[in-house]
């Protein structure tokens, strides 16, 4: 499905005393993929909340291969699983420069509408993006 992949300098204060990046960020790493994911597809993330539609994270799983380290250039490889309905799901490959595989991820999120506050089926501009 479709693929996007966006590339970060580690920053200092995201590591540790040992300039390895803390297991906590790349949590933060894959929400920055998916939000370029969303946008190489011409989707804003802020106007879909604007418009009332929510994706909060409903699973999150990560396997930790190789460490990051301050500086390193990173690369957040994200790809669309299926097509969405009240769930979207994404895999992630982090690689460092030399393309090796850092960490690989998954992330399940929920169309939520922000009125009800209860799931809702992914909207269809959203659908008519992914057949483009």
Not at 52 to 73: F, H, N, Q, T, W
Request: glycine share 6%.
């Amino acid at each position: 499905m479709k693929c996007n992949e966006t590339k970060i300098r580690v920053r200092y204060g995201e590591t540790d005393q040992m300039g390895v990046v803390y297991h906590g960020n790349y949590s933060n790493y894959l929400e920055i993929g998916r939000i370029e994911w969303l946008r190489s597809l011409g989707v804003s993330y802020k106007q879909m909340e604007l418009d009332g539609i929510m994706l909060p994270v409903i699973s999150l799983s990560l396997r930790y291969k190789k460490s990051a380290c301050y500086d390193d250039e990173i690369c957040v490889k994200t790809e669309l699983i299926k097509l969405p309905t009240a769930t979207i799901e994404f895999n992630y490959e982090i690689t460092n420069k030399a393309g090796e595989i850092l960490t690989l991820g998954n992330t399940i999120l929920a169309f939520i509408d922000m009125k009800t506050n209860r799931p809702t089926r992914c909207p269809k501009f959203f659908l008519d993006k992914l057949q483009i």
